[in-house]
């Protein structure tokens, strides 16, 4: 039983890992590439990025996420009323899709 609990204990751990990084992010700035990641069974991030009156920066997507740039800080709260779980600073996700 013992094994047990602490394997249950690393796995979600492990499985709560992505969204200590995405708390843990530095500020958002204007003119910066961020990562909006929507809810998989609500509008998908294209959808809120586009009801925020911002556009998609990326030819690629995600299932549940898609790369913007803020015009200013207001972008962002916009976002997060339009169903953005998280908005985020996507400059290294844009580095890598630039490639």
């Known amino acids: 039983m013992k094994h047990f609990l602490a394997g249950m204990a690393a796995c979600i751990v492990v499985a709560l890992s992505p969204l200590l990084v995405l708390a843990s992010n530095k500020d958002l700035s204007p003119g910066t590439p961020i990562l909006v990641v929507s809810a998989p069974w609500g509008p998908d991030a294209p959808d809120v990025i586009t009801g925020s009156g911002l556009q998609e920066i990326s030819p690629e997507r995600a299932p549940f996420g898609a790369l913007t740039v803020l015009e200013d800080l207001a972008?962002?709260?916009?976002?997060k009323e339009n169903g953005a779980w998280?908005?985020?600073?996507?400059t290294v996700i844009a580095q890598i899709?630039?490639?």
């Open 75 to 79: 972008d962002a709260r916009r976002l």
């Open 97 to 99: 899709c630039a490639e």
């Open 86 to 90: 998280f908005v985020v600073d996507g």
